[in-house]
């Protein structure tokens, strides 16, 4: 039997699309008409656009949903120079949406996507209608917390190559146990390719792991409660009640400093919340947007 013979059957929506960026071929998906108000969504460390292919399905009679593979990841190129750091997420932000002429987006972003769409909405709060962190907030990727602990073991075990898509399949399960039998398969689908009878992650993820675990000087998690001061739209931070990487405390506090945010604890979720829990995900989600689509 082939490899791809028995990869998993994944029904993928939306429209595929590249444009380059500073020299780097960027891949997005897209859903829904152009003409609605747009929302962008950002994938979290080792994530893919497609992780987002559920909730665009949901919202792509409202919005014109945007899922980008952020640079390393997906379909995206890989960068030479492993320069995964936040403020070049951001920089890549900001050219794509200028590129794609978005002068008001929706941005909604889960762990390492929050903080990205958090820090473009600290410097652009013109530009953005409203935001969505999806476990993610100020520290929460610091050293310290059991959920970036986990993180970095499994940057440190994760193996490089797989023989067949079973074997990968329960590597991914292994790693998120309470997520969703569809979002296994949609990570297992979309996070790797076959080479030279291999199966080989599709990010870069010698790169993403040496980035995270030994970041260059001064190049380590920013100071996020700055961006947090500077929001100026209808925001949301969504914690999983289980979540190892949020802090509950830290949610709260975002609220108490910025009051255009609103917190909500997703029950029977933990770090990924719209893989763990997507009913409860899109039950507080939905009515957030509709209130704040500006249509």
């Not at 070049?88 to 949406?97: A, P, T």
């Amino acid at each position: 039997m082939s490899l791809e013979s028995s990869k998993p059957v994944v029904e993928n929506t939306g429209e595929d699309h590249f444009v380059d960026i500073d020299g780097m071929r960027f891949h997005y998906v897209t859903w829904g008409d152009p003409s609605l108000p747009v929302l962008v969504c950002l994938h979290g460390l080792r994530g893919y656009a497609r992780t987002f292919d559920l909730i665009a399905h949901r919202m792509q009679d409202r919005f014109h949903v945007v899922a980008l593979d952020q640079r390393g990841r997906g379909d995206t190129d890989w960068d030479p120079d492993r320069n995964y750091y936040t403020d070049q997420y951001v920089s890549d932000l900001e050219r794509f949406l200028d590129i794609l002429n978005f002068q008001k987006v929706h941005l909604l972003g889960h762990s390492m996507g929050g903080a990205n769409a958090l820090m473009y909405a600290g410097r652009h709060p013109e530009r953005v209608v409203s935001l969505i962190l999806e476990d993610s907030g100020p520290g929460a990727a610091n050293p310290g917390s059991a959920g970036v602990a986990r993180i970095f073991e499994e940057l440190k075990k994760t193996p490089m190559e797989f023989a067949d898509w079973d074997e990968a399949s329960v590597f991914w399960r292994k790693a998120r146990p309470n997520v969703s039998d569809a979002a296994i398969a949609s990570r297992v689908a979309n996070s790797l390719k076959e080479l030279q009878g291999k199966l080989v992650w599709k990010h870069d993820q010698a790169g993403i792991a040496a980035c995270r675990i030994s970041p260059a000087e001064g190049r380590g998690a920013p100071d996020l409660w700055p961006s947090v001061d500077a929001v100026q739209c209808p925001a949301l931070i969504l914690r999983g009640a289980n979540s190892d990487y949020l802090k509950l405390e830290t949610a709260k506090a975002v609220c108490e400093r910025n009051k255009r945010f609103e917190m909500h604890e997703i029950a029977a979720a933990g770090h990924y919340v719209h893989d763990d829990n997507l009913a409860d995900f899109l039950a507080v989600v939905d009515p957030f947007l509709n209130k704040n689509s500006g249509k």
